[in-house]
């Protein structure tokens, strides 16, 4: 605000500010000043250090003047508070636990240290199984709330940051005296404290003068100040922990990729974008949203403190019933696979803090602050890897940590004096899976295999790449919140649709060479034949399963929700860009042989299968017609919903759907009219294959049909039968 000593009248007239207010109205730029007020704030010393994370600037910036002293300062201050809880935490080990104090010791601790430790304690809070139940429920009051800073401050610094000196909103408290009744506000309605406390700032809750309800996140005073000096710390400890190791791998840069995260998320403008880019990017799944902002109510671009984003109304995960749980966790598991393995655009920080249940059934992601870019060919490697875990294909895993970058080529073990000699790819990968065979939750747990592979780091030479670093933190953090709403909860198998999609859909040009070598084999006429006995083996595994789940009993609604979401991820991938060389494979596929195999014995399972997929899709085309004619369109939503408890689309995912579909229409019509003049134009042998397909494709149609009709007959007698049991119930007397 204006002062006296600005020389200037410290209450400008009410004309004054409401002219200044309509023309900015006017302009569409409405809470952001025109000018700035005498007082806008100039930075401090370190705000030099905002921008892209730059360690040679950082290095530059500590080695000047006293700076040093003030990171060896940190430094002792960071050792003697955790000692101090390392302490307290040992010497309280046999208290009865109403008597502990280190609980809260420890998270307070955390909060003290800042923004850095926060992020580490949110990270262990889901991690029982590493830290212990105690320190876990400890942290995890670390997601919901951390200590606050005085919201005086806060006010001071949305002012400043939007360069507006008048009233923030109707009787506020901000300055209330220095203004005059009735002048103009920066909002309808702003709280009058906080309602969140975070890691890097706090949130406030107010309305636009537009009437829509949003959310205002400020920045933390001097988080700039702590994350640089924090940095400085962790990587000087990183180092020396290098030496005494006496290893080559650079332990400093795990620091510098953590700190590149976190100097994004000090830049408002850069969360922002990453939210709009996020919800752009994964609209196809349809049920994942996130915070639009305004960019009128939002700081300066590179040095913002101050963000408004849209208000979103539902629930955290501790807020919600147990099956409420049970789908956020499944949702956010989908959706997290998809970005690591399909979309390469990951949110970092997906703990239950940053995840939402909306009142409308979708999950929202909150604070995009801190995400991570995955390279196709780190996106293909972790898709190959979780399938080799589910197969218990530890060679094929070994290869997949050999190429992400794990694994040195050639791989190298450490004998028990410390030299490091080469050894194979086997031998690595009998020690995994020798490791994930007997560890608990070895083929369940991403956290077991994290664990497995630091016990094997002292017999074989392992790296962990920097961009590795908040992947694990990521995938870890996402497990833990799995677990707590179904302790039987396998990641691995959750993960396994969107894995097959990126195998079906590769993003290399080696992804499309293992594909097509996956799927086609040239023979001696220069045709290429289509592998069928992977599919033979898919569907006898297939069936397998099935037996398995029918003498375990009927499956439970997470199994159903899990395999349905398995075929709602492969659908439509046909007609999608991504899918242009499962395109090309099924066009270049040889269409006599593969007539003649789906004329043979060894095709039955998959004849089988065609009638069963055939026959569920004209039982549901029909009853949704017959339904659609009755006019019960209550009844028509259920079914398309299939069980009634589908996940939301919103309208967006359900329009890119519909344009996959479509394009897998057009597709499948291309590929097939392809193939039909290949065979016509291929003499004897082609006609002869028509033949096979057509009688084959009519046995089918057949089949479905009279399975339709003998399922629909079944029902109707079972039907007349329960009515009249009904009625002679209800005629007997009493």
Known sequence: ?????????????????RARLEDMVRRGDAGVGSQAPASEWQGDEYDALRGDFSRPKLLAYFQKGLRPGLVAARLAVIVARLGDVARVWTAEEGKPREERTREVM???TL??????????????????????????????KLQEQNKPFEDELAWRTIAEDLRWDG???PNHPYMREAWQAGAPTLFAELGDTHIAAASLGQVYRGRLHSGQEVAVKVQRPDVVRQVALDWMCWAAGLEALRRVWNVD?????????????VWQELDYHVEASNSDVFRERHAFLGFVTSPRWYQEFTGPRGRARVLTMEWMDGKMLGELEPEGKLQLAQMAVEAC???LVYTGFVHADPHEGNLMLLNDGRLCFLDFGLMSEVAPDIMEGFAKGIQNVLSEDWEGLAGVFQDVGFVARPPAKILPGGEVVECSLQEVATAVGKQLSTVEGGTSRFGALATGLTAMSGDFRFFTPPYIVLLIRTFLTLEGIAEKADPNFNIYEASMPYALKRAFAPATPEGEA??????LEADERGEFRLRTERITDALSAEAEAAVAEAKAGA??????????????AMKGLAGERAGKSLRKVAYDADPVELSEWLASREAAAARRKAVHMLAELMAETFAMHTDALRGQQKAVASRKSRNGKAWPVSDEGRRIRERSEVNSRRAVRTIIGGQFRRLVRGGLPGLAALVRLAVVGTGVILRAAWLVMTKSVSRSVRGVLNRQTNIGGAASPA
């Open 1 to 17: 605000a204006r002062t006296a000593q600005d020389g200037q009248d410290p209450s400008p007239s009410l004309e004054d500010q």
């Open 106 to 108: 420890l998270r307070e």
């Open 111 to 140: 909060s003290d240290l800042g923004p850095v430790f926060v992020k580490i304690g949110q990270t262990l809070s889901q991690r029982s199984d590493l830290i212990g139940e105690d320190a876990a429920q400890a942290l995890k």
């Open 167 to 169: 009233p923030l909103a």
């Open 249 to 261: 791998t650079d332990l400093s840069s795990i620091a510098d990729e953590v700190a590149t995260g």
């Open 337 to 339: 696979v998809a970005q």
């Open 514 to 519: 293992a594909l097509r070598a996956a799927l």
């Open 555 to 568: 499956a439970d609604d997470a199994a159903a929700v899990s395999q349905q979401r398995g075929m709602d």
